[in-house]
């Protein structure tokens, strides 16, 4: 079983529509958790990250992470063609939160939007 | 420019040869890390360095592999005898232990051996 699982897509929406990224990790002592947004040819750039258990919203995004099922989603709401891009999740598995470490990251979902 | 950055952007080596991958993390920034990413896949952990203490070499996919942090600054990652599976993005992230563990990417070495 990989440590951080994502379907790769590619996940399609019209323009407007919400998109729904879902990734799921294999440890439960994961504290720390992050969407990185990677457009072809360029390098990840953060977009959201989360610690606690429940939603937090920037914008047009909304992380949810559900640790006691060990998954956390990207919503991206309004979706425009310049949210077209892979979005990669990805968990430090550190125990203790705050404590800076290796990120393992999953494969990544391809998100287009279609105008 | 306060970004991470990284050098050369390109490189084309034959099979066999040694490469030198060059990172410039942001300044005051205590970890520094490189990943490799291979096209169409996600990132895949390589090293970590951390202030002082010894880097996190996990990582690193066979000992053709290596990688130092001098001065607590600047990295280079080596690879040694170079393979076409080398062939992939390798990119260098930095962060500052202050501000949790947001990790800012720099451009990415793109490497390929013929």
């Known amino acids: 079983q990989k440590e951080v699982e994502q379907n790769s897509g590619p996940l399609s929406v019209p323009e407007g529509a919400i998109a729904s990224l879902n990734c799921t990790y294999s440890?439960?002592?994961?504290?720390?958790f992050f969407w990185y947004r990677q457009y072809s040819g360029k390098s990840p750039e953060l977009i959201m990250s989360?610690?606690?258990?429940g939603d937090k919203e920037d914008g047009r995004f909304t992380a949810q992470l559900n640790k006691a099922s060990q998954y956390v989603s990207l919503l991206i709401r309004d979706s425009q063609p310049s949210d077209s891009a892979t979005y990669l999740c990805a968990v430090n598995m550190s125990p203790r939160s705050g404590n800076t470490g290796k990120l393992i990251f999953g494969q990544g979902t391809t998100l287009q939007v279609k105008p | 420019g306060a970004g991470v950055s990284q050098s050369p952007s390109n490189k084309v080596t034959e099979k066999g040869k040694d490469v030198e991958l060059r990172c410039d993390p942001i300044s005051g920034h205590t970890a520094l890390y490189w990943y490799r990413q291979s096209l169409g896949q996600g990132l895949e952990f390589l090293i970590y360095f951390q202030g002082n203490s010894a880097p996190d070499k996990s990582g690193l996919p066979s000992d053709r592999f290596s990688a130092e942090r001098t001065g607590g600054s600047v990295s280079t990652l080596t690879i040694q005898r170079t393979q076409q599976e080398d062939s992939a993005v390798y990119l260098c992230?930095?962060?500052?232990?202050?501000?949790?563990?947001?990790?800012?990417f720099g451009p990415g070495t793109r490497l390929l051996v013929l």
């Open positions: 992230a930095s962060s500052d232990d202050r501000a949790g563990e947001t990790q800012y």
């Open positions: 440890d439960r002592v994961s504290q720390s």
């Open positions: 989360i610690y606690s258990n």
